[in-house]
């Protein structure tokens, strides 16, 4: 596998199987005693009118003392608030079953530390959340239910498209407050928000774990990220199915992370189906952890802003990045393989191997990297890429092939396409401030490229 660092020499696609394979090699999901512990022996109520949130946490703590096992959600419908796995715990939702998260902020309460959008800070509890935790999973054929939708959550995005309306609060102005205070370096404690601030928690959060499964669940109508692995080890995404129109709605977000897999998942997604992260600027660089070994592999994309993207909060690095045989189509699906940052973000992103993929239809570009994002060159710390290879990519019609837009002063570098084939593009490429470009065997509407 590519070290940090270490530039493109010649690509060889046995050395990227080579890479996978030592990094699938690596990540093992945990496993948990054969002990089960209901949560209805704990007093949980089917109907989603009983507040479960206690016998939850009962279970929940009385499984971890005992050494772990699973906490089971049965068939039925029960309505909780926060859920805080423990060590050893898989929370096991039952086919037939429903966890109908509260709508109630008050019940993401007391405050956790957390990362919002690259930042860290003190806010509501993530729906589903684990701090310093070994071997947790999130496992079953049941459903998490968000409960978000233009009444409830999404309008603290702040626009209309959301549901907001002029005299409704938003987390707008506290967005911008965290992002100065990470650019100031507040201590995270003093960096405290929740009521009255209107910041939106992810769904599923894992914080600063190692040995972490999420499998077969159905995720729906979460109020922000979907499933957001940060600062965490060994992760497994396996079989999970995504489906939530809302802002920010990205479906798996590791950020910061080592040795990820994410398989046979399926994303209909508000923004990326899958973003890979690694901080927000001085907060980022602060903390100063690359997101790195991942593999992205047989999934299905249909609607978001990108299939797999890196970004944009990529200050803390982004590197070795594998997705294979992976299916994206919908008109409403914009980008293939996006990559996005600037030079506030800054970051290095390298050694990204796009192969065996077939695409069906997007709205823009196969490939899009994007310098020119948000503050664009309005900063002191320039991005870069290098060593993006795409090869055996099909896909049926698009905007573009390429959008690739870097610096004068720091160009993309060593980007390269091979035995692909695209169809019914529409209109030309756009290459600007890009150096190294390959291609080799690649069609566009049938004629060479």
Known sequence: MLAAGRRLAAYSPADTAAGMAEIARRIQPPGFPERDFDITKYGAAAGGQRDCTEAIRDAVAACSAAGGGRVVVPRGVFLTGAIHLKNNVNLHVAEGATLLFSLDPKHYLPLVFTRWEGTECMNYSPLIYAFEATNIAVTGAGTLDGQANREHWWPWKGNTLSGWKPGDPSGVEARKRLSAMGEKGVPVAER?????????????????????????????????WEVHPALSSNVT???VTISSLGPNNDGCNPESCADVLIEGCEFSTGDDCIAIKSGRNNDGRRVGVACENLIVRDCTMKDGHGGVSIGSEVSGDVRNVYVDRCRMDSPHLERALRLKSNAVRGGIVENVFFTNNTI????????????????AE?????????????????SKRSKRVLYLRGFRSAPITGVRLAHCNFANVAEPNVVEHVEGLVLDDVKR???AM
């Open 192 to 224: 405290v928000f929740g009521e009255g601030h209107y910041l939106r928690p992810p769904f599923i959060q894992t914080y600063r774990s190692k040995n972490v499964l999420i499998e077969g669940i159905t995720i729906r109508n979460s109020p922000f």
């Open 237 to 239: 995404v396996r079989g």
């Open 360 to 375: 069906g239809e997007l709205s823009e570009a196969v490939l899009d990297i994007d310098f020119n994002y948000e503050e």
């Open 378 to 394: 309005n900063g002191p710390f320039k991005p870069v890429v290098r060593n993006i290879v795409l090869e055996g990519i099909t």
């Open 445 to 447: 509407n049938g004629k």
